[in-house]
Each structure stands twice: as structure tokens, then as C-alpha cells.
């Protein structure tokens, strides 16, 4: 609520603040008189100001201004200052007018006058210039400032219907509190002060003691208006931060419990997981920790549904021999179908299948995928599905992360819809760019909301020790008539998690039961990658998958 002028008992709590803010605290002690403004030096500016205080509180002044011919200057004079506590003090000029080469304009906010070459003379009233400070009053009033060029000098005289009691003159830059040339109370009777070389925008701000009741005060002080006021720091817009600030604290406290099991799980010491099994008639065999699937593995660790994720499980379809691949002449593969998909696969694994091999589809090279830009949106979802049937995750990933994501946007974009309509209303702005920020972080912390289960975080230090198994593991470990299935079984956690190139070179197979070259003769430790990044590529122009090769766990 604005107040229009408040009394003096209300001014004398807050007038001391009123002039600290203007910095006008500097007492001037100089005893140099000075007189009236000295004839100016050609070519150059200056100004005489003559200040007289009436007995109903207003201020007139008179001011006569030198141009050197030929040039225009021009000065503008702030109208409302700020004082602290969300509040302004406000002056108002009236009968601005000039004589001689010249104009004045007066808005709410400032005060402009222009003055072309010549002598001119600026008359005009000041009300609001009287506030209570303490015990007396004070007379403030930025004499000179806003200025486009160099002043040479300003003078100023003061009276008023009683004896000045004392005067605070500085000069130079806005907040500076460099005392002016000169100041003093002419004898008592009056303020005299000058100010040689005032730089261009700076100002001389004069304040002026007076016993109490001289005049009445008129200063007048209300809330800040405009942008200053509506971001200004008040107790509903610091509660909404500090309500920011918890919630921000308790997501991240949230995301540190529920990323703290899979933090100690990659931080704990690891070593080779034993996968090496002996089935019922004693040959050594491969058996996955928890009987994880080669796109489970992907999906667990970095959350995401990758094109490696599915290239792996390709692989490991050909090596349970429900499918056959083989390289044919022109640098291309086929893919043959051995056995019907049945109910030993999972979900997203028919999925793959049917993709690959449609009803009717006995067989079909890469090139040939390549042209018919197969769909891969279900298996995506079956995947996803899966790794929450396991278990592994409360809700799906990609759903986590869209969910949360949105939320934010809403979060940000209501918030930025608030901040406007505050800010051009009642006020309290920060509080809608608070919810904004708080959306903008949500939205941005959405990647990493998906979080593990207890199960899903056991998971990936059992994946870590599958690394360290195809980290270790050497021909010699394993039997010499089981090493083409170990192998095999082995290849496609391999592929997955980025071990191909190390796999191949220490087994180094070239005949393999699910893998032929129909007459190429190429080395399988060559033509088994480039078959990998044929089909990655096929499979990435399919959308719907990050083309991400090897997850990290």
C-alpha cells in the first residue's frame, strides 16, 4: 500500500536511514566562503544554484546555467531513490520552465532539462525535500547530476526562514562519499558550497540541518513499484526459497539414499564372478549370475534401451541355435531361421525374433533389413517391461524419466506464467521464479531419477564380476571340448559390455556351431565385428534406440 506523506513522527524512525542510503554522511567543516558563481571560463559549463526553502515546506530553485555556443548539454535528475526495506523516497518537481536557449521535462521518475548554447536560466519547486532526521530535520536535494559533459564548477546558495544548523555536501560519482570542494553556513545565515571539475554523470548531492519546526516535513516514501520491488527479497518470497531450498535438499537426500546402494555396489572390490558350471555329465559350461539375458545386462546398467543391447541379443538367439547367421558374398550377412521362437524365450526376446524374421520370413541378409527400416518401439517396451518384472527396477526407466521430465516443464512454465503476473501485480515475484527454478531442475534432474532396486543394485555388482570373468578368463581355464560353447555363450555379455575385441583375440574360434562363411573364407576374428557394426547401424536408423555401444558398470 502506498503512503502519500507520512507524518513526522512516522519519518523520524526511518529518516537517518534515508540519508546513510544517499551517503550523504560526511560532515563539511571547510571554512571557505564562496560567493557567487565567478564569471565561467570560456568554453566551458557551469552552473549557479540558488536554493531558497518556503515556509510550506517547498524547495525553489533557480539555476543559471553557461553553455559555450555551439553545444548542447543535457542533465537528468533521478526522482525516486531507494531508501531500503522495499520502500523509495519520492520527490516531485513542478513549474519547470527556462529561460533562454532551452527545455524541461518532468516525469515520475526524472527530471530533464536541455540547454543549447548561451546562458540559461532554470527555475522550478521541489516538494518532498524535508524529512525528520532525529531531533531536526534535513533538506536534501541532488543539486547537480546526470549531467552528459564536464562542469567546470557549481556553486550553490541556501536559505531558509531560519538559520541552517549544518550541511553535508559530497560530490563525484552516485554512492561515492567524497566531500565537495567547499561547504559552509555563510556566517549562519545560510549554506554556501562548491564544486570544482565535476566529471560527466556525476552529481552533487547537498543535505542541510534545520531545527525542528521550522518547516513541516513533506517527505514522502512508498513501496518500491516496478521490477526492483516486485523481486524484491520479503518474507513470502524468502519463505518460497527457503521451501525451494528444502525440497532441493530432500530430492537430492532422496537420489543419494536411492543411488547410494548402486554408488557402493561400483565402489565395492569386485573380482571374477564364477560362471563356470559342470552340468550333469561333468562338461564345463556357461551359466549368467542370476540367469541374465545379454540385453538385461544393457538395460540394468545404464538404464536405457541401447541398439548394442539388442545386437547382443541377436548374438545370443544364434548361439541357443533359434537362429543361424552367415556371411554371404558382397560384404553382407543372412540371417536364418533355425527354430521357432517358443515359450523359452522372454518377451522382448519374441520381439527381436518377430523383427528380424516375420510370419512367412525364413531368412534375411542385413542389406535387406537395411531397405525395410524395421520396427524396434516393442521391443523397447518389452524390455523395459522386463527389467520391472525382474524386479530390477520399481517402474520402467524411460517412464521415470519422461514422467519426471513433463513435471518439470509444467513446474518451470507455471512458474514463469507467476513471476509475470506477480511482478506486474502484487508483488512477491521471486516466489514464482523460485517454482521456476525448481522445475528447471527437476526437468534437467530427470536423467537421473530412474534408481535400482535393492535387487537391481545386487544385479550390477554380479555384472561387474562377469566383467572380471571375461577380464581373466584364459583358454587353459576351460577344457578343450567345452571351449566352443563356452565361448559362445560367453559372446554376447561380451558384446554388450564392450569386451568383443578381447574375447575374440584370447579364444580366437574359427569354426563355430551357429556362425558360417558359405565359401568366403574370411577370418571370423575379422568378419565378426564388421558384422556387429552392419547390423548396429541397421538397427540404429530403426529409432527408437540410443546408438550407445558398450555400457560401463
Not at 19 to 47: D, I, K, R, Y
Not at 145 to 162: H, I, N, R, Y
Not at 175 to 191: E, H, I, R
Request: charged residues 20%.
Amino acid at each position: 500500500m502506498r503512503t502519500p506523506l507520512l507524518s513526522a513522527a512516522v519519518l523520524k524512525n526511518w529518516g537517518a536511514a534515508i540519508f546513510a542510503v544517499a551517503a550523504l554522511t560526511t560532515a563539511m567543516t571547510s571554512g571557505t566562503a564562496v560567493g557567487a558563481l565567478a564569471q565561467p571560463l570560456p568554453g566551458t559549463v557551469s552552473t549557479e544554484v540558488r536554493m531558497k526553502l518556503e515556509r510550506d515546506s517547498r524547495l525553489s530553485i533557480t539555476e543559471t546555467v553557461h553553455v559555450p555556443d555551439g553545444k548542447t548539454v543535457k542533465r537528468t535528475v533521478p526522482l525516486r531513490l531507494a531508501v531500503g526495506n522495499g520502500l523509495e523516497r519520492r520527490y516531485q518537481v513542478t513549474d519547470a520552465r527556462v529561460e533562454g536557449k532551452g527545455s524541461a521535462s518532468v516525469g515520475d521518475d526524472q527530471f530533464s532539462t536541455t540547454f543549447e548554447g548561451g546562458q540559461a536560466t532554470l527555475t522550478y519547486t521541489v516538494v518532498g525535500a524535508v524529512a525528520p532526521v532525529g531531533d531536526a530535520l534535513e533538506v536534501r536535494w541532488q543539486v547537480a547530476g546526470g549531467w552528459d559533459t564536464e562542469l567546470d564548477k557549481v556553486a550553490v546558495t541556501f536559505s531558509a526562514p531560519d538559520s541552517p544548523t549544518s550541511v553535508n555536501c559530497l560530490a563525484g560519482p552516485v554512492g561515492s562519499s567524497q566531500p565537495c570542494t567547499s561547504a559552509d553556513l555563510a556566517d549562519g545565515k545560510g549554506v554556501r558550497a562548491q564544486e570544482i571539475k565535476l566529471g560527466a554523470g556525476e552529481r552533487v548531492d547537498v543535505a542541510i540541518g534545520l531545527s525542528a519546526g521550522v518547516v513541516p516535513p513533506n517527505a514522502v516514501v512508498v513501496e518500491q513499484s516496478g521490477l526492483a520491488a516486485a523481486f524484491a527479497l520479503t518474507p513470502i518470497s524468502g519463505a518460497a526459497l527457503g521451501g525451494l531450498l528444502v525440497l532441493l535438499l530432500g530430492g537430492v537426500g532422496l537420489l543419494w539414499y536411492l543411488r547410494g546402494r548402486d554408488a557402493a555396489a561400483l565402489a565395492s572390490e569386485v573380482g571374477a564372478v564364477s560362471v563356470l558350471v559342470r552340468d550333469q555329465s561333468g562338461r564345463v559350461a556357461f551359466a549368467s549370475p542370476d540367469g541374465v539375458l545379454p540385453g538385461q545386462v544393457g538395460t540394468v546398467v545404464d538404464e536405457h534401451v541401447d541398439v548394442v543391447d539388442v545386437t547382443a541379443t541377436v548374438i545370443d538367439l544364434a548361439v541357443r541355435n533359434y537362429l543361424w547367421i552367415a556371411e554371404v558374398e558382397g560384404h553382407d550377412w543372412q540371417i536364418v531361421r533355425r527354430n521357432p521362437a517358443d515359450d523359452s524365450l522372454s518377451g522382448y526376446e519374441k520381439a527381436v525374433y518377430d523383427a528380424l524374421l516375420p510370419q512367412g520370413v525364413d531368412a534375411v541378409t542385413v542389406s535387406e533389413l537395411r531397405g525395410r527400416r524395421i520396427d524396434l518401439a516393442l521391443v523397447r517396451d518389452r524390455l523395459y517391461a522386463d527389467v520391472v518384472e525382474k524386479r530390477w527396477f520399481v517402474r520402467r526407466p524411460d517412464a521415470e524419466r519422461s514422467l519426471f521430465w513433463w513435471v518439470g516443464i509444467v513446474i518451470a512454465v507455471l512458474g514463469v506464467a507467476a513471476t509475470v503476473v506477480l511482478a506486474l501485480t502484487i508483488g512477491n515475484a521471486l516466489f514464482g521464479l523460485a517454482v521456476a527454478v525448481g522445475g528447471v531442475a527437476l526437468a534437467f534432474g530427470a536423467r537421473s531419477m530412474p534408481a535400482r532396486t535393492k535387487r537391481g543394485s545386487e544385479l550390477l555388482e554380479h555384472v561387474r564380476g562377469l566383467r572380471g570373468y571375461l577380464h581373466g578368463v584364459t583358454p587353459d581355464d576351460v577344457p578343450e571340448a567345452d571351449r566352443e560353447l563356452v565361448f559362445s555363450r560367453s559372446l554376447p555379455y561380451a558384446v554388450v559390455l564392450g569386451e568383443t575385441e578381447r574375447w575374440l583375440t584370447t579364444f580366437g574360434q574359427q569354426d563355430l556351431y551357429w556362425y558360417g562363411n558359405s565359401g568366403t573364407n574370411t577370418d571370423f576374428r575379422r568378419s565378426f565385428p564388421a558384422f556387429l557394426g552392419a547390423l548396429d547401424g541397421v538397427l540404429a536408423q530403426a529409432g527408437h534406440l540410443r546408438s550407445l555401444r558398450a555400457p560401463n558398470p
